[in-house]
Every structure is written in C-alpha cells, then in structure tokens.
C-alpha cells in the first residue's frame, strides 16, 4: 500500500482532477468531507489551478524518506497549493530501520515538515507501513511504538503538536501490536478499502481523520472545511 505512495504517476493524478464535477466556491466552503490531492515522488509538476478547479481543498505534499530523500519541489509546490487557494501539509515516509524516530523528525522538519499556525498548514504527516517486502521493517511491536513514539514526541516538542498518522489498520494492528495511544493526540489518515465491516487502527475513532480509498492520490477528510480549517490554526484541535 505505501509504495503507492512513493510511485505516483502524474498523468493518474491528472485524470483524477479532469473528472471531478465542477462546483461553485461558495459549495466548497460548505461543503462536508472536503477533498485533497496526494503529491508524491514523481510529480515534479503540478497544475495548481487545475487543482482547484477541481475543488480540491487541500494537498499533502510528500516532503521526506527516511533520512536522506527529500523533495527539491516542495517548497514550489507549498506556494503553487497555497496561490491556488488550498491549505497543504508535508508527510514523510517512515524508514525505521535507517535511523531513529527522533533523527528521522528531525530530518523532516528541516525540509518542510514543519508545521505552523498560519492558517493555511496542516500538521506533518507519519506515513508509515509496509514499504516494499518490509512487513514490520524488522521491528517487534515494542520497538516499533518506541520509534514512533520517538518520531511525535520530537515533532511535539519542535511544533507544539503531534503529527498526523498515515497508516492502514492491518499494518498498525499487526506491527505496533494494536497500541492505542496515538489516537487521542494524532489525526488518522486512514488507507483503506470502505467496507461495513472496516476495522479502524486500534486508538482511534471514525472522526477526524483523513481517509484514501482505492486512489491512494485522492484524500478525503471527514469533517467539513471548518473543521479542516481549525487543524491549521488550533494546535489542541484534533477536530
Ligand atoms: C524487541 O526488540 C528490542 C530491540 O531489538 C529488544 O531489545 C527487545 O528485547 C525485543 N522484545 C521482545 C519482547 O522480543
Ligand atoms: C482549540 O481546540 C481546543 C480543542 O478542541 C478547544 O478547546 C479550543 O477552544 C480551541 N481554541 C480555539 C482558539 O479555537
């Protein structure tokens, strides 16, 4: 599921805006369940105003890898997002056994990860799961939470708040040994496959989070724009 993340296509992401019914700005601001792009490894270029049009609301950019990949575009795409009227955040993708959580933080911070109260930046986001073969990257449930307990509490005490958690149920139930004590300080971005039997990562609720469906490059948040709004200014809001 997360290589999804490190391999997107441009021309994928592009036929996903182009076939998005056009709707009015003033719809959008009210609108419930606002939706974003994902911008990932190999979308060196994208088209913010075709984006917009598209009445997209917000962009995760992906900004880190482990702890020595990062993206030469970010800061463009930051300001291309951000003139094209959207709020946008940074993710990294966890490579555990490269290096701590506390240095990987570290890492992602200094390239783009930082998150603040300007109203238009959502907190970072941990994107973490399988990569490639790495199943639990080799880790037990315990030094798995200790890594990523190491990764929020360092990007806590650089940014005052936590960051969003990227990860799908059966990866987090099975490699952190369904530890639940990220939920009540960390957003979910959940990848996973709507079903009414859906099982969520242990520790969190159905609201706030973010949520990829089958198009791993196409974000939905589940509250409305006001809720979203709130996570780029409120650095106790969950919601
Ligand atoms: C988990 O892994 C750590 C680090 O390798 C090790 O110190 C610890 O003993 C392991 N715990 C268990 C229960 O295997
Ligand atoms: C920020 O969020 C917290 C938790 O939801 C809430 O108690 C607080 O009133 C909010 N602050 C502002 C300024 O909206």
């Known amino acids: 599921m997360f290589f999804c993340l490190t391999a997107l296509v441009s021309a994928l992401l592009f036929t996903a805006v182009f ?42 950019i992906w900004a880190t890898a482990g702890d020595e990949d990062r993206n030469p575009h970010l800061s463009s795409h930051y300001s291309g997002a951000a003139n094209a009227g959207l709020v946008r955040g940074a993710f990294h993708v966890a490579h555990p056994t490269q290096s701590s959580g506390a240095a990987q933080a570290d890492y992602f911070l200094s390239n783009g990860g930082k998150w603040t109260g300007d109203g238009i930046t959502l ?3 941990l994107s973490i799961g399988r990569y490639w073969r790495h199943n639990c990257h080799g880790l037990n449930t315990t030094a798995m939470v200790g890594w990523i307990r190491d990764f929020s509490d360092t990007y806590h005490s650089k940014v005052g ?8 149920a059966d990866w987090w139930n099975a490699c952190t040994g369904n530890n639940a004590d990220f939920g009540s300080a960390s957003p979910l971005w959940n990848f996973h496959v709507p079903s009414p039997n859906d099982v969520l990562p242990a520790g969190w609720n159905d609201e706030p989070s973010w949520s990829s469906f089958n198009t791993p490059h196409l974000v939905q948040f589940s509250g409305d724009m006001g809720g979203l709004k709130r996570l780029t200014t409120n650095r106790t809001a969950i919601m």
């Open 161 to 168: 708040r936590h960051p969003v958690i990227s990860t799908t």
């Open 123 to 125: 907190p970072g986001a």
């Open 19 to 60: 076939g998005i019914a056009v709707e009015t700005p003033e719809n959008t601001q009210k609108r419930d369940k606002p939706t974003g792009i994902v911008v990932s490894f190999s979308n060196n270029f994208v088209d913010w105003k075709r984006v917009s049009v598209a009445y997209h609301s917000f962009a995760y």
